[in-house]
């Protein structure tokens, strides 16, 4: 398999994932966990962080056959189980200033052959035992980034025509290409990417429009935003000071819409995969924020549950930008990976908005985000709603238009 | 590789790991630590754990290239850090009832080559921040066990002259009987086996011995034995009851010196691997329990640092009795390993001593262990002096003479 892999791109990898994703400083631990596939990019990132001054590299594998061995011989009383004890430590750690990799890359069907109730249950008491190391990630305290490495299993299931080898390759190269390790200064390539990115974000953020207005084929439709919703995209700052790019790829700007003030119709341009099932042709109708009508040709009852979830599930948390010549959206596949899939078009999420997208929100308590228009819900669910057909316009405080896409790019 | 290594017997050593080794009960949750080459015996062990009612089962893998990659690429300052958030967790764990299990088999020359100041500094380092995890192991809070896989360094270490699957194969089939999988129901062996070394414990614990005398090719060495000791051998049970066999294999019965009563030279019978060293032909005085002179034919330096790690190290807290007939002494075999080496001959180990081979243990301060003379310290290293040429006698409180060992056998 390695020679799928050119290794050239997937040290730039590691050098890209250390320097620009996580930005280690120097002295500070790295906390990585990657599947036992990455193993080769892990070592990788293991020297490039050393090179980078490291404190000390802590690895956490987590293996396909042991997983499954779960399913296939535990007791039912073990999936009501997690570590919680590594999840503690994991907060420990950050709270003493340790930052935080994962590379993603597993079989994404893995458990798709299990028992649906013993895989939420497992997810549930996990989702439970993370919480106090999540705080810590999703309230930003400190640097961390998520990358991919082009495990065969994922690579199979995106490329089920191709020998396991040749679909390697083709997800590798996809890789690389998406990350900007493809070209001959990666680290100079990020940032000048960080540097389009910030941009736009000044840009829309000047602009404070009160709401976008996508129009396309099947789609029209009014996205209030946020009172002090603030956009963001490419590198930002934790609040340990350390400047860092939480995603690798990235290609969004994006914002909290108002949970309250979504209306119109829209048609997904791209299927959504979500947990194991692929829905497509999605077509949804809001009314004051929320989803009163949803249709889709394939996988409609999977889409029902999903926005039945929760009362906030049939709300939006986000909604991002992403220009429809993207180096993601180019390559014209679909990675069943949101780290990819949402930085092929412009998106909306239904559920949980992020605190960031708020002007001063590292400093808003829960109540004050929901007063502002900011939803919260269990999920955080991305779905695509760009194409090179679709318009997008501002409507400013007063009702004036602004252009702010054309034919799927910036205007 | 795969074909080097019976898969029978390896599936026979996860099952004698599981249900003989740390004895895992139904809904007990099972840390794992192993190097990455062990992955094949961690799946098998973790498919055995769930079988026998695992809570989960969470494997900790220590990679060889990336711990190289530290001496390779990492800052000086990187070289006094641990991960103590991961040790932390795990007292956690073990706090709430979690058992234990370590394979060893990864290379034990890998630092070989690296700067002996920084290997110990990260040593040294990584055992503070392995303490608070390591006391309830050794205080035997919880059911432990250790066992071993036939890496390839490790078998290439033991038979140079063999091709890397020879080699592989060799030192496979030596842990198999070393760790009685190699019969036909090795639970029942395992079973056989602990009541002999009960009958040898029976009786030392009988005789009360205030010393025991080692007398032999350079070396006349009186060990006294600590106040209320007790012999230990084979199975034995945890403070949360459950009884496990923390060795597998295991040969000897132990128990613990008196701090301050060691004296008389010894001279190691067999090199002693350390940290990645071969320290060979190892000569020391005692002098009311203290080392007062050490010496080395080679890697006296590293033999030096150790006994200065802590002002424990230069005194004993254990001395355990093999038989020169034992299985593992017989195969002629230095595996320089001590969970091997150890059960080849009698010895003694420099450091820490063990709660439970005090009589009621379990119940003694750290306080009354000191003042009964059970030695505290960092290290815990493990070294050969019995051969077929020592004779071992034990004194009497009354200063009487009894035979224990005549030309390495039990008298
Ligand atoms: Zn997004
Ligand atoms: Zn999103
Ligand atoms: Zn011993
Ligand atoms: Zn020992």
Redo the contacts with the bound molecule.
């Keep these: 398999m390695d020679s799928a892999i050119d290794p050239e791109k997937l040290a730039k990898l590691a050098e890209v994932a250390v320097n620009v994703g996580v930005a280690l400083q120097p002295g500070q631990d790295l906390i990585l966990t990657a599947p036992m596939v990455a193993l080769p990019l892990v070592r990788l990132i293991a020297a490039a962080a050393y090179r980078a001054g490291a404190g000390v590299v802590t690895p956490i594998f987590a293996d396909e056959a042991i997983a499954l061995a779960r399913y296939q011989h535990g007791q039912d009383a073990s999936f009501d189980r997690a570590p919680n004890w590594l999840y503690n430590g994991m907060a420990e750690a950050f709270a003493n200033g340790a930052a935080r990799m994962a590379i993603v890359g597993d079989n994404p069907m893995l458990l798709a052959g299990e028992d649906p109730a013993k895989v939420a249950r497992a997810g549930k008491a996990n989702s439970l035992a993370y919480q106090p190391a999540l705080a810590k990630i999703a309230g930003f305290d400190i640097n961390w980034s998520i990358c991919s490495y082009p495990g065969e299993a994922w690579a199979r299931q995106m490329f089920p025509d191709l020998a396991a080898d040749a679909a390697v390759h083709r997800l590798a190269e996809a890789i690389f290409a998406a990350s900007r390790v493809d070209q001959p200064d990666p680290v100079a390539a990020w940032g000048a990417h960080n540097a389009g990115l910030r941009k736009r974000t000044a840009w829309l953020n000047g602009k404070r429009f009160a709401a976008l207005r996508f129009t396309g084929p099947g789609t029209d439709l009014t996205v209030g935003l946020a009172d002090g919703h603030e956009w963001q995209g490419g590198a930002s700052t934790a609040k340990n000071g350390v400047t860092c790019n939480a995603n690798i790829p990235t290609e969004?700007v994006?914002t909290t819409p108002h949970a309250l003030r979504v209306d119109g119709f829209v048609s997904a341009t791209k299927p959504l995969a979500h947990q194991g099932s692929l829905i497509e042709n999605i077509q949804v109708r809001f009314e004051a924020g929320r989803i009163v009508e949803a249709k889709a040709s394939k996988g409609e009852a999977v889409l029902q549950k999903l926005i039945d979830s929760d009362e906030g599930a049939r709300r939006l948390?986000?909604v991002?930008l992403v220009p429809h010549g993207s180096p993601i959206s180019q390559s014209g596949l679909l990675f069943y990976n949101?780290l990819f899939d949402?930085n092929a078009a412009c998106?909306i999420?239904l559920g949980q908005c992020?605190a960031k997208c708020f002007v001063d929100g590292a400093h808003l308590s829960p109540e004050q985000i929901a007063a502002q228009g900011g939803n919260s819900s269990m999920i955080?669910?991305?779905w695509m709603i760009g194409s090179g057909q679709v318009d997008i316009d501002g409507i400013g405080a007063d009702g004036s238009l602004e252009p702010v896409f054309r034919r799927g790019e910036w205007a």
Tied chains: 1, 2.
């Design positions: 969004e994006f948390g986000e991002a949101t949402e998106h999420a992020y955080h669910v991305d």
